[in-house]
């Protein structure tokens, strides 16, 4: 086989809705079609296409052109990236089942608190790296890659590699000077095999060179510690003090008041003052709050070096620093505070102080000034940027971590973040390059759309977004605005998206999105009286003959068509709220008459018997829908190290609703509605925070990506067990304790509390 292969050459030029002509290699492969007689059943299933001996395709280098920018098919990303980033991937996953099978008499909690602990503590670790540890050298204007003597330990590489698949966020820190990130061009992919052992997985002891920098710029040991104890400590700011006065804390308390805990409080040494972490947000806003009206009262200076609330820097649309915009946005949402009685705090601790540390007051104030009442998620995504505040960074880590995780697990169970798994045979890392390449052609002609990748596609995605420099640059060369990246965006809304983006694809490459097994909707049919009575007397007739039209874009190998599930792992769950559910039941009924007519159109031949459709039948036996994991009971405490959106339990994926305002479902719970950061759904397009000239907010959400969560996972995208599916009672016990005993009981009174199956049409 010819591995050096590149994925095919195809134009976005044309804006037909009929797709355009393929050009693929000149030994483009046959597809081997098993021959076997029809089965005796109504609705056969597709005969097994076997794997050709040559799936690739050959010849010359191609090249791929959207909006008329021609690039190399290897420009955005390489193979070698992709499979170094699934050696990473691998590592994380290996890291996670070390620090959950650790075992002792000082070993406390269920297995997911101490993943949950233990990336809080690696957060902490890449805090201060970035804060103390990167090369002093670093230039935005003149970045550079990192050599191996300056790279971090895995566990703050796994918080850097969330912190980069969040870009928006990512830049608008660089560019305020959070951090000095932007001086190095991307994640080391290339390093991957000095860093992890790539048969085993685990990371490779360092130089000493390597380990005495960390150890000796960060002030920490290179190894985290798998396990914590009552013991550890760390160091956080008090919120009371006007000079914030530097406290150290326990990482966890036998009261559940530790820092990494949902219950979080401590007292000030100095100040004698009692404070938790909503405290410390409320502290680090009014701090940013007295600073901007400053420099909102000040005309003079440079108006890109002045402070501007987080998250409001960026152009809601390019993505690019707009400080024009930035200060009219920050001059209407902090009207209440350029208020006689509100001038007279020039301290953020007495302004913090006049609203009792309360967030609720704080939100209040600010959604008077965009003349909000309820919903205000425009305030609410501001309000996440500063739910870490003690940290250089406008994101909480640990719950992206989290998600993360879904999105690992899955190709765990594609076997894709296996040792080696690609070093003989690249073609699916080809078809992931090339359908990447589609995807963005597509995106490229609905640039006000809410696109949503599958599995395959967003490993692609998430890979390119690692070199974040080459990302930003090039989404706004070609693409004409930079494209976002979120991690959190409520499951209907992600749903109903990713079915708009089947129907595009359809529409321009000719192919289905996916074959994994979920239903995909009828094909229309075209209103043709004369060809209806013709049927009539004619009978029965045959359907067309199954042919592959794009065999680089989707494959026919019954093994290929996990890859093709949607891409869920930053899917939120509202649990506890009826509108939620309401909207979730309806899918599932769609879902339903979607399988059933599909079948009725293989039945009666009006669609090819081993075709597309009959494909998805045969799948959909034990598969997984994709957004529809199930919902675990909202009476159970959730894991919660850092705040309602980090449920360690479920992948940081599941929200307790019943405090959210049932309208609208874009509030509390979603960082965004925009899957590929550049629709409007229902809101303005791009991330951040934007007031049009009339005053009115124009775009307050973020973009996303989606994977893990629904399908199964372990060999087929169906085939396995879901992570959310019914488990036993002993299962609980060992994983849950008490909490485990309660699930345990509920499931076996017969389940009514739980939704264990996750399926439409409870299938599986």
């Known amino acids: ?87 990473f991937l691998g590592a994380f996953a290996r890291l996670r089942a070390e620090v959950k099978s650790q075992k002792g008499v000082d070993v406390r909690g269920s297995t997911d608190e101490l993943w949950a602990i233990y990336l809080a503590r690696a957060v902490d670790r890449f805090a201060a790296w970035i804060s103390k540890g990167l090369p002093t050298n670093l230039d935005a204007s003149n970045a550079r890659w990192l050599d191996e003597n300056e790279l971090p330990p895995l566990d703050v590489l796994m918080a850097w590699h969330a912190y980069l698949l969040n870009p928006r966020v990512y830049y608008e820190d660089g560019v305020t000077g959070k951090s000095q990130l932007l ?36 002030g920490q040991p290179w190894f985290c510690p798998l396990n914590t104890t009552i013991a550890d400590t760390t160091f956080v700011p008090c919120p009371r003090c006007e000079k914030s006065t530097i406290n150290e804390v326990c990482w966890i308390t036998n009261e ?44 003079s200076g440079n108006p890109e070096q002045k402070p501007y609330i987080s998250g409001t820097l960026l152009n809601w649309r390019t993505g690019q620093p707009d400080p024009k915009g930035a200060s009219r946005s920050n001059d209407i949402l902090l009207r209440d505070f350029f208020t006689p009685a509100s001038m007279k705090f020039t301290r953020g601790d007495w302004l913090a102080g006049s609203m009792n540390y309360s967030i609720k007051r704080l939100e209040t104030s600010l959604k008077n000034g965009l003349d909000l009442r309820g919903g205000g998620s425009q305030v609410t995504r501001i309000l996440s940027y500063y739910r870490c505040p003690y940290y250089p960074f406008s994101i909480e880590l640990c719950g992206a971590i989290l998600r993360q995780g879904g999105f690992i697990d899955k190709m765990l169970g594609l076997g894709w973040a296996e040792p080696r798994t690609f070093d003989h045979d690249p073609t699916l890392i080809y078809r992931c390059i090339a359908r990447y390449h589609a995807w963005l052609d597509v995106m490229s002609q609905l640039s006000r759309k809410m696109l949503v990748p599958t599995l395959d596609i967003d490993l692609a995605w998430h890979t390119h977004q690692l070199k974040q420099q080459h990302y930003r640059t090039w989404t706004l060369d070609v693409m004409g605005q930079f494209i976002d990246h979120d991690d959190k965006i409520e499951e209907n809304k992600l749903s109903e998206a990713y079915e708009e983006t089947a129907k595009y694809w359809q529409q321009r490459w000719g192919v289905p999105y996916h074959v994994c097994g979920c239903p995909r909707p009828p094909a229309p049919k075209p209103f043709n009286p004369g060809g209806t009575i013709s049927r009539i007397f004619r009978g029965k007739g045959k359907a067309i003959e199954f042919s592959n039209s794009r065999p680089q874009l989707i494959s026919t190998n019954e093994c290929d068509a996990p890859t093709t599930h949607p891409s869920e792992h930053n899917s939120m769950v509202i649990v506890g709220q009826p509108l939620f559910q309401s909207r979730r039941d309806n899918r599932a009924n769609t879902y339903s008459k979607w399988d059933k007519q599909l079948r009725s159109d293989v039945e009666k031949g009006k669609v090819p018997s081993d075709g597309w459709e ?91 990506c989606s994977v893990g969560g629904g399908g199964g996972v372990g060999g087929a995208c169906g085939g396995g067990v879901s992570t959310y599916r019914l488990v036993t009672q002993d299962i609980l016990k060992q994983e849950y304790g008490r909490l485990g005993r309660l699930w345990g009981r509920k499931l076996k009174n017969g389940g009514n509390n739980i939704n264990g199956r996750g399926t439409w049409g409870l299938r599986g």
Do not use: W
């Open 256 to 299: 559940k008041t530790g820092f990494t805990e949902h219950g979080f409080k401590a007292r000030c040494h100095a100040c004698m003052g009692v404070f938790n972490r909503d405290n410390m947000m409320v502290r680090a806003l009014c701090d940013d709050i007295i600073k901007v009206r400053i420099g909102l009262t000040h005309e």
């Open 614 to 704: 009959a494909m998805t039948i045969q799948r959909s036996a034990g598969h997984d829908q994709g957004f529809m994991r199930s919902i675990p009971d909202p009476n159970l405490l959730p894991i919660v190290p850092y705040g309602a959106e980090t449920c360690a339990a479920h992948n940081g994926g599941v929200l307790n609703g019943e405090n959210i305002a049932s309208s609208p479902v874009d509030g509390k719970h979603s960082a965004g509605v925009c899957a590929a950061g550049m629709g409007l759904y229902p809101m303005a397009p791009m991330g951040g925070f934007y007031i049009g000239p009339m005053g009115t907010c124009a775009g307050a959400s973020n973009g996303a």
């Open 1 to 87: 086989m010819n591995n050096s292969a590149p994925p095919p050459v195809y134009s976005a030029d044309s804006r037909n809705e009929a797709p355009p002509a393929f050009e693929p290699g000149p030994s483009r492969p046959e597809i081997l079609i098993d021959s076997k007689p029809p089965h005796p059943d109504p609705i056969p299933p597709p005969p097994t296409r076997i794997r050709a001996p040559d799936d690739s395709t050959t010849g010359s280098p191609p090249t791929l052109i959207i909006n008329s920018k021609t690039l190399g098919p290897f420009d955005l990303i390489t193979t070698h990236a992709v499979k170094a980033h699934l050696v």
């Open 183 to 218: 001086g190095i061009l991307g994640f080391p992919l290339d390093h991957f095999d000095k860093i992890i052992d790539v048969d085993t997985l685990a990371a490779l002891h360092p130089s000493l060179e390597r380990q005495q920098r960390f150890e000796s710029l960060t």
